[in-house]
């Protein structure tokens, strides 16, 4: 496991994130996406359930992370014996009463279980950003269960018209590549993609 910053600099990291997520239902070019290291005190959650099997996955990321000496949960790329990934941070949304949790509840349950103080992360933030798809709770109301849950349940009294489909994008990107090579080229595609985007709107 190889930090991706490291392997094509910060700058084309956070382009290929702000590519990647705009393309989610209800953030758009307005949207402001960064990273940072954010403290696990100011994050809630959405979920009011998590799986246990996905939560065992996650400790077992977390300590290759520490392992690599990398910092929780950094963009990295992991090399498998079919293949490369990259590895994206969890997902919060950023308001001024809070961070919310996006896509990465189980991640972030295991640093908490491991008293982490904090972890970096992919910021959205935006004064245009549409209300939270639900209610927000605590993480003591988070219950960790071996069956996945409806999404009913999951979001008790969800929204559809303002849910952030974060999965399901997630799952397209998350591709096992051939190679190292293949896999950065992927980066910087996504990189170079935003940028012109940039360019194209400044004009």
């Not at 990321?61 to 963009?75: A, D, H, S």
């Not at 071996?146 to 009913?152: A, G, N, P, V």
């Not at 994008?169 to 950065?184: E, F, G, P, V, W």
């Amino acid at each position: 496991m190889n930090s991706l910053i490291k392997e094509v600099g910060s700058k084309s990291v956070i382009a290929a994130l702000g590519f990647v997520i705009r393309h989610i239902d209800n953030y758009g070019a307005e949207c402001f996406v960064s990273l940072k290291s954010i403290e696990l005190f100011r994050i809630r959650p959405l979920s009011r359930f998590a799986v246990r099997v996905r939560y065992d996955q996650a400790t077992d990321l977390l300590e290759m992370y520490n392992k690599n000496g990398l910092i929780p949960f950094e963009p990295a790329i992991l090399d498998l014996d079919c293949g490369v990934r990259i590895l994206f941070p969890p997902v919060v949304e950023e308001w001024e009463h809070g961070c919310f949790v996006i896509d990465g509840i189980h991640r972030l349950l295991a640093a908490r279980s491991r008293q982490i103080q904090s972890v970096m992360c992919i910021v959205v933030s935006s004064p245009y950003l549409p209300m939270l798809p639900c209610e927000a709770c605590s993480w003591d109301d988070l219950r960790l269960e071996d069956e996945q849950r409806s999404l009913s349940e999951v979001l008790p009294n969800l929204d559809l018209n303002l849910f952030r489909p974060m999965n399901d994008l997630m799952k397209q990107i998350d591709s096992t590549y051939t190679n190292r090579q293949s896999a950065l080229q992927m980066v910087k595609q996504w990189s170079n993609s935003q940028n012109y985007k940039r360019e194209k709107s400044n004009e």
